[in-house]
């Protein structure tokens, strides 16, 4: 999946719809979370790169998948409602999408 160019879209988190195209996953609500939390948060999935401009990656399984949408429904009073909701939807998108492993890029 290729980088996301910022300055045209809009912000929030992408993957590969399964034709090849990037789609928006989850629009960015604000507030101060960042989609690498959920390694560091839930200890799923895999940072597969960061950078200094607000964009990162990272791989979840589709079962890693399932056991987000359990942790932040359990944790959603925890953490911002953007990060749950950004959760959520990621978990949403792999119903509609289903393969082995799954990209997510975000640009915020």
Do not use: W
Request: hydrophobic fraction near 35%; proline fraction near 2%.
């Amino acid at each position: 999946m290729a980088h996301i160019d910022n300055a045209f879209l809009t912000p929030g988190v992408y993957s590969n719809d399964g034709d090849g195209r990037l789609k928006l996953v989850h629009r960015y609500q604000g507030g101060d979370y960042e989609l690498q939390e959920i390694v560091d948060f839930f200890n799923l999935g895999t940072v597969e790169s960061t950078d200094g401009d607000g964009e990162s990656v990272i791989v979840l399984t589709s079962k890693e998948l399932n056991e987000l949408r359990i942790l932040a429904s359990a944790h959603s009073f925890d953490y911002e409602e953007g990060f749950i909701e950004m959760c959520m939807e990621m978990q949403r998108f792999a119903v509609t999408t289903p393969t082995d492993h799954y990209r997510f890029i975000a640009n915020f």
